[in-house]
C-alpha cells in the first residue's frame, strides 16, 4: 500500500464541496485521517455517518491543531472569522472560495502576514444541489482547480495541494489572485447577475406563470442558474465588487449599442457582432470538446 | 389503412424544419403526397434522396397550386415574397416564422385581407443544426406549437393545423398573434441578444481565448444560444422590434438596479432579488418536470 499524501486532513466546512472533497480524499487513500468541523452539527454526524469523515471536532481550533492539511470549505464571508481560529504552525491550509483577493487580503489582515504555506484554491465546479448529503466523489474528476499562490508561498506547499487535486481527477493550473478574479467575474459571476436579473425581469410582468410556459431552450439553459444559493451569490458578487462592476459596465455598454442596432433596425450591423460571438463561441466549444475527448 | 388527413401537402423551404416537418408528415402518414419548393436546388434533390419528398416543385405558384395544405418554413424575412408568388384558392396556408404579428400584416398586405384559411404557426423547437440533411421526424414531439389564427380564421382550417401537429407528437396552443411576440420576445429573443452581447463582450476583452477556458456550467450553457444562426437572428430581432426592445429596456433598468445594488454592497436588497428570481426558476422548474413526466 502506498503511503497517504497526508496524515492528517481537517476540512472546516462539511457542505457539498467539503462532503466530496472528504469522500474523494477517502475514495483515493490521500489521507490517513479525516477530521471535521461545522457550524451545523447535523452535518459533522451525517458526514461521520455517511462514512467520509473519522473525526468530529468541536471547534476550528482543535480541528486544525493537529493537522497536516487544512482546507477551508465555508462560505466566503466566514472565511476571515475562520482563519481567526487557526493556530498557525506547520499546516498548509487551502481553501475552495470563489474570491481569492479578498481571501488573501484577510489571510493578511489576521495573520500580519500572507503565510508561505497557505495557498488559496477555487475548484471550477459547479453544481445546484447543496449539503453533505449530496457530497460526491468523482464532483471534481476532469474539472479544473485555479490555485493562485502569492509570491512568498512555499513551492512544496503548492506542489502538495496541487497533488491533493490531480488526485480527485481534477487539473489544476496556477494564476495570480487578481487574474482569477477577474476570470471568473466575466465567465461565472457576470453569467449569474444576468440570469438573475432575467428571471426577475420576466417574473414581475404580472402574467410570469404563463411566460415561463414558453420558454424554450435558451431560456432554459440561462435561467438554470438563477436556481443558484441566493447567499452564496449575494457574497460573491460583494467580494469581487470592483471585477464584477468593471465587466458589468462593459456589458452593459455592449446591450446598450446593441438596442441602438435593433432600434435603427441596422441588419448588417447586428449581424456583424452575431457572426462574431458566433465564431468565439465555436471556437471555445472546439476547445471544449478537444480537452473533454 | 386510415385515410391520410391530407391529399397534398406543400413545403416551402427545405431546411431543418421543413424537412423535419416532411420527414414527420411522411412518417405518421399524415399526406398523401409531399411537394417541396427551396431557392436552393441541393436541398431539394436531397429530400428526395433521403425519401421525405415525393416530388419538386419549379416555383411556389406550381407547388402550391393543387395543394391542400401549405406550410411556410422560409426564414422571416422571405415569407412576403412567398406569399405574392401563391394564387389564393381553398388550400390552408401556415408557416412556422418566429414572430406572427408582421406575418398576418404581410399577408394583409399581399391579400388585401388575412385570408380565413391563413393560420399561423410557431414550434417552440430550437436547435443548433440547420438544413435538410439535420431533418428529424421528431423534432417536435413533446414540444409547444403556438397557433395564432386572426379572429376571421376559419375553424376548421384551424383544427386541421393541429391536428397536423398533435400528428407529430406536440402539443398545440392558441393566443393571438400580439401576445406571441410579447411572450417570444421575452422567453426566447431577449435571452438570445443577451448570450450574443455576453459572448461579444468576453471575446472583445484581448485575452479572449483564455477567458473562454475557464468557463463554468452557467456560461456555457448561456453562450451556447450564441452559436445560433446570425442572420437569422438579426431578421427576427427586427422583425420582433417593438417587444422585444420594450423588455430591453425593462431588463437594462432591472440590470442598473443590481449594478447599484452590488456597488452599494447592499447584500441584503440582492439576496430579496435573488430568492425571489430562485422561487420564480423552481416554480417554472417543477411545472416544467410535471409537463415532461
Sequence with gaps: MIDPEFNRVAIIGLGLIGGSLAAGIRQQGIARTLIAW???DLSLSTGRDLGI?????????????GADLVILCVPVKAMKAVLRQIEPCDQIITDVGSVKTPFLNEACE??????????????????????????DPNLFARHRVILTPADNADDDAVGRVELLWQGL???TIRMSAEHHDDVL???SHLPHLLAYALVDTLSSGGDSLEVFQYAAGGFRDFSRIAASDPTMWSDIFQANRKPL???LDRYMAELGK???LVSEEDGDAMKEVFIRAKAARDHFSSIDRSRNA
Design 245 to 247: 462592476l468593471e465587466i
Design 38 to 40: 461545522d457550524a451545523d
Design 185 to 187: 467575474a466575466q465567465t
Design 258 to 260: 446593441l438596442r441602438a
Design 169 to 171: 481527477g481534477a487539473e
Design 110 to 135: 489576521v495573520f500580519g502576514d500572507v503565510p508561505a504555506k497557505l495557498i488559496p484554491g477555487h475548484p471550477i465546479a459547479g453544481s445546484e444541489r447543496h449539503g453533505v448529503t449530496a457530497a
Design 53 to 65: 469523515i473519522d473525526e468530529v471536532a468541536d471547534d476550528v481550533a482543535s480541528a486544525t491543531a
